[in-house]
């Protein structure tokens, strides 16, 4: 918003007030989230910049708590950094271990997530879809009810959600269940929870992509002689894919920075990210979790600069013209 | 003169076109319900389910009933007795429980439950366990010799009430009910800690959505009338903490606004406060609210973009050249179009704060826990049935919110970046 030619001297006054709050607003935003790049290279465990920092003086930074976050839990840091070293850090790392499980678990429950809620979105986007209203209210519900009581609820059915040892369901189900049998302490439990949360987001990102879809197109690819498969696969997931991809990332992100379900559902050995970081700044609070947090953030703008490209193409190939 | 028959339409099949057009248009409602199926079916074990599991567990403890059979099988036969003057019979059958209790371990578990409407219980069951087996008849004298406490009414109140598997006791509780000799009453003013956490929750969640409203206003503003170019630019620094770890997002709060943090540095740095003045801003209410009004702040930010995004400023203009002030100009003319905008992010952080966990949860301290940390609480301590009762009220309250943000901005209208 340019300043009128006729503003008033007030006015001139106010514009510039409000531009300065608008700043301030921004460095609120941002501030927090930049500040912990340099602090993670601290020399020293303190939590703020120590008088070194401040001069630019080399000796006060470091790269020790990176250091820490490859060595916790290494049955020998101080050895030489061989191939064995890297391979215990990559077996045995507490840390790393954290890293993988939170992969994996993210990576299950966003494939479970995109698949169940594309189709689902495809439905929904239907102009005869019955009980259109109902049924998105609660499919977005998970993203609107408090982490807290889906996490209790969870561990109350997730505990009882067994399986007889021996029986025929225990050998289709046994491995991804406990010791015990249950869907409690297991790392399905998690993987299913955490599809939970992230389907509101893939139900939104594709049904707006969907909301703009042209459905002329796929009754012009079937009078054509497409059948419904190829009219799915080379026609309406094309045009679908850029949501489908950011709801994907978004389910990832969801999954990969869940903390709460974990706390209450998975077993005591089951370390993810998160996890380490809540303990760790609940406990004995240490720069490690400075260059975690480091790493998390190069992570997310990475995903924020995907999911930015992925909406432009998405508004290019569906004709959507600006922004 | 005879009336026309109307002329029914068939298809080339003869078949009548509305019957054909009903059965297609079944066929297509079948086929769109099939695609939503299965996610329904996922959402449904695992997201319902859990949710009635723990409605059940908040009207459900059997601790007491499968414990103390012979007091829970007296109290079916006599239900209209007097709990100021319970009989002989009564307490041979509480005695004879407790000697079994005591025998199958189990004296924790009936004295928990007790304890829930009554407190002190516990001790009271573990003392009168021990005793039970060597007490001879009169079982009333000799019980009460024990402990006078057993004679109290509220406590054979509780029993009653515990004497079946489900009960309502959890939410009296909950809402700061309290068991006396006369019945359940409303607790004084100082014992009614649950509602007032839940009201202090709404209060600090009603703060923070209008810290934010505040604060995303005129930011929202500028992103919605900037050329393209800048705005796309300066949307990456709403985007970004959006996109950023909570936990990651916590941390660096701490960093910045703990005793021997940043802030702090900075201000003794520049001589506004002494280095022993150092302002507490961090494990309080001061340190949630602030980093509870970074986190939502974008759930603000964006509703009220992409409303303000679409008020064509020939409005204004119109206003202006019409005679009207600047003031009165946003205060007539471009606030009430930006009203959906304010009601959509409004309620979405409102929704969001009232839930909240992990932020009260690590830099809340004392004074900032909010109702979800009453939760946990409760969870830790294997209170499970108190838990799922709070945790069913504060669901109750998320469930109106939500319907009402359905009927004022509709579910379908929710936006990510």
Not at chain 1, 21 to 37: E, K, Q, T
Not at chain 2, 117 to 138: E, Y
Request: charged share 15%.
């Amino acid at each position: 918003m340019a300043l009128p030619t006729y503003a008033s001297p007030l006015e001139r006054i106010w514009y510039y007030t409000y531009l300065v709050i608008c700043g301030l607003v921004f460095l609120f935003l941002i501030a927090p989230i930049l500040i912990v790049i340099p602090l993670s290279f601290n020399a020293e465990p303190y939590f703020t910049f120590t008088p070194k920092m401040l001069a630019f003086d080399p000796g006060g930074y470091s790269l020790r708590w990176y250091d820490t976050l490859l060595t916790l839990g290494h049955p020998a840091p101080e050895t030489p950094r061989d191939a064995t070293w890297w391979s215990a850090v990559w077996e045995r790392s507490t840390w790393v271990q954290a890293a993988k499980n939170s992969f994996w678990v993210g990576l299950w429950a966003t494939i479970l997530a995109t698949v169940l809620g594309t189709v689902a979105a495809l439905g929904l986007s239907r102009p005869e879809m019955p009980c259109r209203r109902l049924i998105m209210a609660l499919l977005i519900s998970p993203m609107i009810v408090p982490i807290i009581i889906i996490a209790v609820g969870m561990s109350f059915f997730d505990a009882m959600a067994c399986v007889a040892p021996g029986s025929a369901a225990s050998l289709i189900f046994g491995v991804f269940l406990s010791e015990m049998g249950c869907l409690a302490n297991s790392q399905l439990g998690v993987i299913v929870a955490h599809a939970a949360l992230g389907i509101p987001f893939v139900i939104i990102t594709v049904t707006a992509t969907l909301s703009g879809f042209d459905q002329s197109l796929i009754r012009a690819a079937q009078s054509l002689g497409a059948n419904p498969r190829t009219t799915f696969f080379k026609v309406v997931m094309p045009l679908i894919l850029p949501g489908v991809i950011s709801g994907a990332l978004f389910a990832f992100v969801t999954s990969f920075d869940e903390v709460v379900a974990v706390l209450f559902i998975a077993g005591p050995d089951q370390q993810t990210i998160p996890r380490q970081m809540f303990n760790g700044i609940r406990e004995a609070i240490s720069p490690a979790i400075l260059a975690v947090a480091t790493i998390l953030v190069v992570i997310s703008t990475g995903l924020l600069a995907a999911v930015e490209l992925l909406r432009r193409r998405s508004d290019r190939l569906r004709g959507v013209t600006g922004r | 003169m005879a009336e026309a028959t109307p002329v029914l339409l068939t298809t080339a099949d003869g078949r009548p076109l509305k019957a054909a057009l009903a059965a297609a248009q079944a066929r297509s409602r079948r086929r769109a319900l099939f695609l939503v199926l299965p996610l329904l079916l996922f959402v449904l074990v695992t997201f319902l389910i859990p949710i009635v599991y723990m409605l059940k567990r908040s009207v459900e403890h059997d601790g007491f009933a499968t414990s103390a059979t012979a007091t829970v099988a007296w109290f079916a036969a006599n239900p209209g007795f007097d709990p100021a003057n319970p009989p002989e019979a009564a307490f041979a059958a509480l005695v004879s429980d407790l000697a079994r209790m005591q025998a199958e371990k189990t004296t924790g578990i009936a004295g928990t439950r007790i304890n829930y409407s009554v407190p002190g219980t516990i001790s009271l069951f573990k003392a009168g366990a021990r005793a039970a087996k060597d007490l001879q008849p009169p079982f009333r004298e000799a019980l009460l010799a024990v402990d006078a406490e057993w004679g109290r009414p509220a406590l054979w109140r509780g029993m009653q009430s515990a004497a079946g598997t489900y009960t309502t006791e959890f939410y009296k509780v909950a809402s700061d009910r309290k068991l006396r000799d006369d019945g359940w009453a409303r607790g004084a003013d100082n014992e009614r800690i649950y509602l007032y956490l839940f009201f202090k929750t709404f209060l600090i969640s009603g703060a923070i959505t209008v810290i934010c409203l505040l604060l995303a206003f005129p930011v929202a503003h500028l992103l919605a009338t900037l050329p393209m170019a800048k705005s796309s630019l300066l949307m990456i620094l709403v985007l970004l903490p959006f996109w950023t770890s909570l936990l990651v997002r916590t941390t660096s709060w701490i960093a910045l606004l703990q005793e021997q943090g940043i802030v702090n540095d900075l201000l003794v740095g520049t001589g506004l406060i002494t280095d022993a003045g150092r302002l507490s801003m961090m494990y309080n209410l001061t340190g949630t609210i602030v980093a509870m009004t970074h986190v939502l702040l974008p759930f603000m930010v964006l509703p009220l973009y992409s409303v303000m995004k679409v008020i064509p400023p020939s409005y204004a203009r119109a206003a202006r050249s019409l005679g009207a002030t600047s003031w009165t100009t946003f205060r007539r003319i471009y606030l009430p179009q930006t009203l959906p905008g304010i009601a959509a992010g409004s309620l979405l952080v409102f929704i969001l704060a009232v839930g909240y966990y992990i932020t009260p949860a690590l830099v809340g301290g004392a004074d900032g826990q909010l109702i979800s940390n009453l939760i946990s609480f409760h969870m830790s301590k294997s209170n499970w049935s108190l838990a799922a009762a709070i945790a069913a009220m504060l669901l109750a309250a998320i469930l109106v919110l939500y319907w009402l943000y359905d009927r004022l901005v509709g579910i379908d209208r929710l936006k990510l970046g």
